[in-house]
């Protein structure tokens, strides 16, 4: 029963089954093709047996591997490995078919080669999840033909491999590096250092052209016969949380990815660096109800749990409660942090039902309100409006574009930070606010 299940037909065997069935065809008007046909046929059938003999002589002749890391990165390219090894002592001609999650909906992998006798061959693929969970590898199909190319013998490998796709660790590691690196503004990002102020002090150094007058150490100077400054740097250990929305209207998808996976992959990013910053980080998710609570603690270890808490995360289909946020805050923050709010309004109408919230937690902690920007908006409004109808869709989504920006008036108005942006630079802008807040001494 195995036999049978692992054997397959080449598709040159019709080929060559076709040529017989013509010769026989011709016979019935060339007698001469008669013989040539059976001579035919009992070649084919001759080479069928030797290429069963040659493919099944061994039970293990092939060996193949898919290499999985423990945790998939959401968003990102993931890489699959497979490393194959042909034991056969000819040369075979292999095709390869990975049953692939169903969360990929690609039924059409395939990936052909050729091995000489004994020969090792690695290979990868790239897989980009969209989705957080569990991901179920099937079986690894490895088909082998030999230089005959009549049947075809399945070998089948690691069946059930399962990979649990977290929140962006790639994304994470990317800005971990260039929170420590000196090349932050080749990815757009403001590394500013704050110079005076009531930080805490660091050094005393000699002055350099766009040093702060203020900070002049005159004893130092005297004592130097040159310009010295006092150097400061940010205060540390200051409590930052970010907040994550998770009703409906986080649901809505751009480039394959929701607004809430965006949100998640960002806390992910900054967190990381707010630590590497030595500030406390927490985290919190609600909708009707208060989902997700990490206390503010300053441990780079904290981060694990961060990334677990991210990893259960969903989107609910309610309207989010933001009274019930404003008092959870007022309960459980007792020291002025800076919050960093993941949330989206579609109607200027939507923001003003909350703004009283808003107000209450902006006046006792330092809130940033991330909006983001309908990108598919901006498609149709740079578009030639051609007809009619194309006048309508670009005139609504001028209208829709031009309430996002009156949201940030709106906001900026009632001394509530914002960030408008378009969701994949999200993590970019959420870390240069995060910056710009603390050069300017604003918590």
């Given at each position: 029963?195995?036999?049978?299940?692992?054997?397959?037909?080449?598709?040159?065997?019709?080929?060559?089954?076709?040529?017989?069935?013509?010769?026989?065809?011709?016979?019935?008007?060339?007698?001469?093709?008669?013989?040539?046909?059976?001579?035919?046929?009992?070649?084919?059938?001759?080479?069928?047996?030797?290429?069963?003999?040659?493919?099944?002589?061994?039970?293990?002749?092939?060996?193949?591997?898919?290499?999985?890391?423990?945790?998939?990165?959401?968003?990102?390219?993931?890489?699959?490995?497979?490393?194959?090894?042909?034991?056969?002592?000819?040369?075979?001609?292999?095709?390869?078919?990975?049953?692939?999650?169903?969360?990929?909906?690609?039924?059409?992998?395939?990936?052909?080669?050729?091995?000489?006798?004994?020969?090792?061959?690695?290979?990868?693929?790239?897989?980009?999840?969209?989705?957080?969970?569990?991901?179920?590898?099937?079986?690894?199909?490895?088909?082998?033909?030999?230089?005959?190319?009549?049947?075809?013998?399945?070998?089948?490998?690691?069946?059930?491999?399962?990979?649990?796709?977290?929140?962006?660790?790639?994304?994470?590691?990317?800005?971990?590096?260039?929170?420590?690196?000196?090349?932050?503004?080749?990815?757009?990002?403001?590394?500013?250092?704050?110079?005076?102020?009531?930080?805490?002090?660091?050094?005393?150094?000699?002055?350099v052209n766009g040093d702060d007058f203020r900070t002049?150490?005159?004893?130092?100077?005297?004592?130097?016969?040159?310009?010295?400054?006092?150097?400061?740097?940010?205060?540390?250990?200051?409590?930052?949380?970010?907040?994550?929305?998770?009703?409906?209207?986080?649901?809505?998808?751009?480039?394959?990815?929701k607004l809430l996976d965006y949100a998640i992959n960002?806390?992910?990013?900054?967190?990381?660096?707010?630590?590497?910053?030595?500030?406390?980080?927490?985290?919190?998710?609600?909708?009707?109800?208060?989902?997700?609570?990490?206390?503010?603690?300053?441990?780079?270890?904290?981060?694990?749990?961060?990334?677990?808490?991210?990893?259960?995360?969903?989107?609910?289909?309610?309207?989010?409660?933001?009274?019930?946020?404003?008092?959870?805050?007022?309960?459980?923050?007792?020291?002025?942090?800076?919050?960093?709010?993941?949330?989206?309004?579609?109607?200027?109408?939507?923001?003003?039902?909350?703004?009283?919230?808003?107000?209450?937690?902006?006046?006792?902690?330092?809130?940033?309100?991330?909006?983001?920007?309908?990108?598919?908006?901006?498609?149709?409004?740079?578009?030639?409006?051609?007809?009619?109808?194309?006048?309508?869709?670009?005139?609504?989504?001028?209208?829709?574009?031009?309430?996002?920006?009156?949201?940030?008036k709106e906001l900026q108005k009632h001394g509530i930070?914002?960030?408008?942006?378009?969701?994949?630079?999200?993590?970019?802008?959420?870390?240069?606010?995060?910056?710009?807040?603390?050069?300017?001494?604003?918590?």
């Open positions: 029963m195995n036999f049978l299940k692992s054997l397959y037909i080449h598709k040159q065997l019709y080929i060559y089954i076709a040529v017989a069935s013509v010769c026989f065809l011709l016979s019935y008007w060339f007698s001469i093709f008669y013989p040539i046909a059976w001579i035919t046929t009992i070649i084919i059938a001759v080479l069928l047996l030797i290429d069963l003999m040659l493919l099944y002589k061994s039970s293990d002749a092939i060996n193949a591997r898919r290499i999985l890391p423990d945790k998939f990165s959401n968003s990102d390219n993931n890489l699959v490995p497979i490393a194959i090894t042909n034991k056969y002592s000819f040369k075979t001609f292999i095709d390869v078919i990975d049953e692939l999650p169903v969360q990929f909906q690609k039924r059409d992998f395939t990936y052909k080669t050729s091995l000489g006798p004994n020969e090792n061959h690695d290979f990868d693929y790239l897989v980009r999840p969209v989705d957080r969970g569990e991901y179920y590898f099937g079986y690894l199909n490895v088909f082998v033909s030999s230089v005959l190319k009549i049947v075809k013998r399945r070998y089948q490998f690691h069946n059930q491999q399962m990979v649990m796709v977290y929140p962006s660790i790639i994304q994470m590691q990317k800005y971990d590096f260039l929170a420590v690196s000196n090349a932050l503004t080749e990815f757009g990002l403001k590394k500013i250092r704050k110079i005076g102020n009531t930080s805490e002090f660091e050094q005393i150094k000699e002055y002049v150490n005159w004893k130092a100077t005297a004592k130097r016969g040159q310009l010295m400054v006092n150097q400061f740097q940010d205060e540390k250990s200051q409590p930052i949380y970010s907040i994550i929305d998770t009703g409906r209207i986080m649901k809505m998808p751009f480039n394959g990815l960002s806390t992910l990013a900054f967190s990381n660096v707010a630590l590497k910053k030595h500030d406390k980080v927490g985290m919190l998710s609600f909708s009707k109800k208060i989902e997700n609570f990490l206390p503010a603690i300053q441990k780079l270890t904290y981060l694990n749990r961060i990334l677990e808490a991210l990893y259960n995360i969903d989107t609910q289909f309610t309207d989010s409660d933001f009274g019930l946020l404003y008092a959870q805050l007022k309960r459980k923050v007792t020291h002025r942090s800076l919050i960093i709010l993941y949330t989206n309004f579609e109607h200027i109408s939507a923001l003003k039902r909350q703004l009283p919230y808003l107000q209450a937690i902006s006046k006792k902690h330092m809130l940033v309100v991330v909006l983001f920007k309908n990108t598919e908006l901006d498609t149709i409004i740079n578009e030639k409006a051609e007809d009619l109808q194309s006048i309508y869709h670009k005139t609504i989504a001028e209208k829709f574009a031009f309430e996002k920006r009156l949201m940030v930070q914002s960030i408008l942006t378009a969701p994949e630079n999200l993590t970019i802008n959420t870390i240069n606010k995060y910056l710009e807040i603390k050069a300017r001494g604003l918590l």
